[in-house]
């Protein structure tokens, strides 16, 4: 053995050498992402250190003996890099001391950490320490702490006014880059004179707290019109400083006589610098304007030698947003100015870096010893960490360069000039005739010469860092297969061909309809617009162009049968003409009430079984509550939609007889109606889970009801894991699951083989029928059936499966037309759709009976499998298939899938036939394919869709262990893996695994991570105010409407929001515009605007300012520079970054998918080369939905775990897959240019 040992040694030397020269590369990678430091010579010197360090604090002690004061998190993700590559030698002395993994997690480590309950818990306390040292800071003053608490007390929902102006003096102390980052959020937003306007309009103001500044809010709405303001106020610059200076002192711009908190460790007023040469860079100096414009002054700098003059822009005057620099300062004043950049004899400026009252920098610079600016450790952030070279690590954990933040906001993308046209102009100018201001490549932030274009820049390659993280090495997506989850049980079977045929012939329904629509645009005469030149044109003429307008556009036109089928007249359902009481006992839970409550008290867990109507949601909790359960706590009953929530709880408010909100209430995701007297409180799951990251053990509450437990949504299949944990921890707890299906044994096995309460309903007996082939077109085959029931059966409604909107309108469309071929001697068959986006009103006339001697077919989804009881039905046709969401795992995007239903969603549906009578279900499928072919039950949501949400809220309660957790259904591990992954790269997990500060604050907000981070990196970019905004108006959807009589009207409306950035900043424009009218409804109605989504957007966000009024996060306006916008969107939507194809459309650059820009994008037409979009929506192609220009560099900037810049001297995985087609005509073969097919 001998000989062998010592061959292998040179080979294990060498493998020990390329690691140890791996791993001082990603140590040196790490110092450069943290600190701004990429030394290899001082990462293998750390390297060292660490490997000869046993523990965390050893290897602390040795960095600071060093001289290395680093952050402790980063020394903990430095050990654990270089122990993951390099053990120290105590381990391989001493092989028993290793933690040995969980069982079966040894293939996946890094899913099977032991949790650390103690972790999550310090991690929410130091976020609420740091909140309450933030608010501490923020008021040092007791006087100061009353008088914002009675302004918070007087106007939290309406904004805040002007008097207090310590507010504005508070403003200028909390600093972008000095102190903590958790401020309070609301300083300085409205100003004085609006309070008289607010009082007239409290009923838009209770609806949200916006903190609007309404002066500036139809900015670049029109670029024409404000031009034509700008040099209108130009003129009369001279005339306005006495106007000028009675508005400042009406707005109270001056500034806080209080004395600063010393922490600060800025200057004194007399420390300013006096030199009598150049300024420096840095340095605090007195001066005054000289001249003021709308978007910024000019100041003479008094300390200096020859009174230099430098440019103080708008944006650099306060932390808040200004709509003219004439609201901050008037010729002549006296002012503390900061010198942020020397360019030659250009001198910019900063005010807002400088305290007016005493001249102290409130963002000091020291220098290093290298006289490179280093940033002050006693005036740095308490979120951020100090890295040199001018850059900080931000809240978010982005890189902040100092440049970045004091540099004039970017300009806007302009028209290209040609060189000719630029010449004309530059002679124009000159020669007086036309003004500088009256071309649109002015440059109105520099010296008022034309903007020079930049030369084009080379083109930047950008690709996937492969690097994996230490606690995912060979686990990532980059060393093992992350193939689709698996969503057929048989994939070669009849019932996954039909499904694919059908995906295709929906695909073909629309091309067909879009064939059709451009075949009518295309018929449209071109000369549309003579009519409307002619003054007097011919008879008929002008009604023609009138009507040709809006051919084509039209988003929605209701068809014919529908008209017939819901006519004029509004339904609201079925009136009873009970009493509440009556109707209460009427239900079938009502003769086993004695029952159903010893029940609860004898079990600790009950299961409750019972079919749709039976009276679980809206009785069960009444009965706890009368027998006395409330007087433990509350009783909390969950709901899988938001919509079920808020209507159950409206019910149960009435039959307990008191107000919504008050003993009965509800909580949905951004809206919570409930009080302090509340007890019985109905919510979505996920609020439950939300509530059990704050308070663990439920504390308040003594009873938990999970409602509709069949569904089995990820929220609930997480509660079910925790609560079977709490209720081993509180014995007083009751847990009641209730589910409308027969999989009670599961719910029961799971749950200790707890007893099975069951509530008997009215059934009758089922016919199942078959078909002997499989049929190949199932929704034909439907349709064929329907009208077969209709004309050979006795009376009876008809309730059809199919699995979407689309395919439920054409169903029905062609259901109307074969049976207007029949004729009118054919009974009436009245079509009735049902599908989640249906209006409620048209919802409810599914429950209204068929006239004598008429039939109605009921075509609807899977909502009518349980939670919809429709009297009269006796004929069910169930072709066997639904729609699911689904998560690719390798394409990092849910999709909605048809797929074969499961044998209990079969039996279910089947139960829907006999409710009234006697019933007949209709298979569409083999015997053979129910039994062979579908699941037993439907596969849960959480394993099909991404859990990076689920993961991250995990994360924050200390379960690491992920492999271990008691899931009734556990998810794969490649899902698990991916969710991880995600959430690495936005850093809300370090190296190890474990959950970051970061991590646990966007834990904190309802948002999925990728939104929660993108809010976060808004707070350290200055942009908050503006992504608070978009982010809630994206979670509200569509917010535009086009009525078909006026769909050019709407087109135009809509197309003066458009930005050229994208559609991030068209949502912000739409809200911006809302908020300057006061929040108008006709204002909405004007622009074809949905009202009702904007108020929803303005709750939202309404709810989000809370969150970070509680964390102390600011919230700061980029004013109009919309660069820090887009950065914050791609520091969280990174992972939907595409890049123009040269072909066609776009690729994505995480796995090279061709995309689409949406046609109702703004950038439909503009096409840039790099964009980020929202999500992908799948219809005749892949569109991206909310799509955003960008820069390549910043995805190597903010996402250096996600990104990285190709190497230039080798050839990049994109280059190598691209082909080069030679050119050709296009009126012959491609390849007919080719002398072989000459020859041929």
Not at 424 to 438: H, T, Y
Request: include cysteine; proline fraction near 5%; hydrophobic fraction near 35%.
């Amino acid at each position: 053995m001998a000989p062998t040992a010592a061959a292998a040694g040179p080979s294990d030397d060498g493998l020990r050498k390329l690691e140890y020269l791996s791993l001082v590369s990603k140590v040196c990678s790490e110092l450069e992402t943290h600190i701004g430091v990429g030394d290899k010579v001082l990462a293998e010197f750390i390297t060292e250190l660490g490997r000869d360090s046993a523990s965390v604090a050893d290897f602390d002690t040795k960095l600071k003996a060093n001289g290395a004061d680093l952050p402790d998190y980063f020394v903990r993700t430095l050990l654990t890099i270089i122990h993951a590559i390099l053990p120290p030698p105590s381990d391989s002395r001493n092989p028993s001391s290793a933690s040995q993994p969980a069982a079966g997690g040894s293939k996946f480590p890094g899913l099977s950490r032991p949790d650390d309950p103690d972790r999550a818990r310090n991690l929410r306390l130091e976020l609420e320490r740091d909140a309450e040292e933030a608010a501490a800071t923020a008021a040092p003053a007791p006087a100061r702490d009353d008088r914002g608490r009675r302004r918070d007390e007087r106007g939290r929902d309406r904004g805040r006014d002007d008097r207090g102006r310590d507010d504005r003096g508070r403003d200028r102390d909390y600093e972008r880059g000095g102190r903590d980052h958790d401020r309070s959020h609301g300083r300085d937003r409205d100003h004085g004179r609006d309070r008289d306007r607010d009082r007239a309009c409290d009923g838009d103001r209770q609806r949200g707290r916006d903190y609007g500044r309404d002066r500036d809010q139809d900015r670049d709405h029109d670029r024409d019109r404000e031009g034509e303001r700008r040099r209108d106020r130009d003129k009369d610059r001279g005339r306005d400083i006495d106007r000028d200076m009675d508005r400042d002192h009406r707005r109270g711009r001056r500034y806080d006589d209080e004395e600063e908190p010393e922490q600060f460790g800025g200057r004194k007023e007399g420390a300013l610098v006096n030199s009598s040469g150049e300024p420096e860079l840095y340095q605090v100096y007195r001066g005054r304007v000289t001249r003021v414009m709308d978007t910024g002054c000019f100041v003479r700098l008094e300390d200096v030698r020859g009174g230099r003059e430098g440019l103080v822009h708008i944006s650099q005057m306060a932390t808040r947003r200004v709509a003219n620099a004439k609201e901050m300062v008037k010729r002549d004043q006296e002012v503390y100015v900061k010198v942020v950049s020397v360019k030659g004899q250009k001198l910019s400026l900063s005010m807002r870096d400088v305290d007016q009252d005493t001249g102290r920098d409130l963002l000091p610079i020291q220098r290093g010893g290298d006289d490179a600016p280093r940033a002050n450790p006693s005036g740095g952030s308490a979120s951020g960490v100090g890295v040199g070279s001018g850059k900080r690590l931000g809240l978010s954990g982005i890189m902040i360069a100092e440049e970045d933040e004091v540099a004039p906001p970017s300009r806007r993308p302009l028209k290209r000039m040609s060189s000719p046209e630029r010449w004309e102009a530059k002679q124009l100018i000159a020669s007086g005739v036309l003004d500088v201001r009256d071309y649109p490549m002015f440059d109105e932030d520099g010296d008022g010469m034309l903007y020079q274009e930049e030369g084009a820049e080379e083109e930047q390659e950008i690709e996937l860092n492969e690097d994996e993280p230490a606690f995912l090495q060979g686990q990532s997506r980059f060393s093992i297969d992350m193939s689709p989850v698996k969503i057929f049980k048989n994939p070669e079977g009849s019932l996954s061909r039909a499904a694919a045929l059908q995906t295709a012939l929906i695909k073909e329904r629309r091309e067909v309809r879009e064939q059709e629509q451009r075949a009518m645009l295309d018929s449209i005469p071109k000369d549309l617009n003579r009519p409307w030149e002619d003054p007097m044109p011919d008879t008929g003429e002008r009604h023609l162009a009138q009507e040709l307008r809006g051919v084509g556009l039209s988003a929605y036109d209701m068809p014919e049968w529908k008209k017939e089928a819901y006519g004029k007249a509004l339904t609201f359902g079925q009136r009873s003409k009970l009493s509440i009481q009556d109707q209460r006992q009427s239900l079938p839970i009502y003769k086993l009430k004695k029952e159903l409550i010893q029940a609860v008290h004898d079990n600790q867990v009950l299961v409750v079984i019972g079919e749709t109507g039976s009276g679980k949601t809206t009785q069960v909790t009444q009965y706890l509550a009368e027998a006395g359960y409330t007087t433990r706590g509350k009783i909390g009953c969950t709901q899988p939609r938001r919509v079920a929530a808020m209507s159950v709880a409206k019910r149960v408010a009435e039959e307990f007889g008191c107000r919504l909100g008050e003993e009965v209430g509800y909580a949905i995701r951004f809206e919570d109606c409930t009080g302090p007297d509340t007890v019985i409180k109905y919510m979505t799951d996920g609020m439950l889970l939300r509530e059990i990251l704050v308070d663990e053990n439920l504390s308040q509450y003594s009873v938990i009801m999970l409602d509709e437990a069949h569904e089995r949504t990820i929220h609930t299949d997480v509660l079910f894991g925790l609560l079977k944990q709490l209720i081993k921890r509180r014995s007083d707890m009751r847990l009641i699951v209730t589910s409308a299906t027969l999989d009670a044994e599961k719910f029961s096995g799971y749950f200790f083989n707890c007893n099975i309460f069951t509530i008997p309903g009215r059934t009758f007996p089922v016919e199942i029928l078959y078909t002997k082939q499989p049929e190949s077109d199932y929704l034909d085959a439907a349709l064929i059936t329907v009208l077969q029931i209709h004309l050979t059966e006795p009376e009876g409604d008809i309730l059809l499966f199919l699995t979407g909107q689309e395919e439920i309108d054409h169903a029905c469309q062609c259901l109307y037309e074969r049976m207007k071929g029949l004729g009118k001697d054919v009974p009436e068959l009245i079509i009735l759709p049902v599908y989640s986006a249906l209006p409620s009103e048209m919802q409810s006339k599914i429950f209204d009976p068929a006239p004598p001697g008429k039939r109605k077919v009921v075509v609807a989804t899977n909502i009518a499998e349980a939670s919809l009881t429709i009297d009269g039905i006796y004929y069910v046709v169930d072709p066997g298939f639904a729609k699911i969401n689904v998560y690719n795992s390798k394409q990092g995007l849910d999709s909605l899938v048809i797929t074969p239903i499961s044998q209990a969603s079969a039996k279910q549906r089947a139960g829907r036939a006999g409710r009234t009578g006697p019933g007949k279900c209709y298979r569409l499928y083999t015997e053979s394919a129910y039994r062979n072919e579908m699941s037993p039950t439907t596969i849960p949501e959480i394993q099909r869709i991404n859990l990076g949400s689920t993961v991250l809220n995990m994360k924050a309660m200390g379960i690491n262990d992920l492999l271990s957790f008691d899931f009734m259904d556990p998810p794969a591990p490649q899902a698990l893996i991916s969710a991880m992954e995600q959430l690495y790269s936005l850093g809300a997990l370090d190296e190890e695994g474990l959950l970051t500060k970061l991590g646990r604050k966007m834990a904190e907000f309802p948002l999925d991570p990728p939104l929660s981070k993108m809010l976060l990196a808004s707070v350290d970019l200055g942009c908050s105010d503006e992504i608070l905004t978009i982010i809630a108006m994206i979670q509200t959807g569509n917010i535009f409407y086009r009525p078909r009589e006026k769909q050019a009207q709407a087109d135009q409306k809509r197309a003066k929001f458009f930005q050229p950035e994208g559609d991030h900043l068209t949502l912000l424009a739409v809200y911006e515009a809302w908020k300057a009218k006061n929040f108008s409804g006709p204002w909405c109605f004007e622009n074809f605007v949905q009202s009702r989504s904007l108020r929803r957007a303005q709750d939202v966000r309404k709810q989000l300012l809370t969150i970070m009024d509680r964390y102390k996060l600011d919230v700061v306006s980029a004013g109009r520079n919309f660069t820090k916008i887009r950065k914050a969107i791609t520091a969280g939507f990174f992972f939907h970054a595409a890049r123009k194809d040269p072909q066609e459309g776009y690729r994505t650059l995480v796995e090279n998918q061709p995309v689409y820009i949406h046609p109702s994008s703004a950038l439909f037409q503009r096409q840039p080369d790099w964009v980020i979009y929202h999500e992908l929506v799948m219809t005749t192609k892949e569109y991206m939905r909310e799509v955003t220009v960008i820069d390549p560099k910043w995805l190597t900037e903010l996402a250096p775990r996600f990104y990285k810049s190709a190497d230039p001297t080798k050839m990049s995985k994109r280059k190598r897959q691209e082909r080069i087609e030679p050119l050709y005509d296009r009126y012959h073969e491609p390849n007919s240019w080719r002398l072989s097919k000459r020859r041929a």
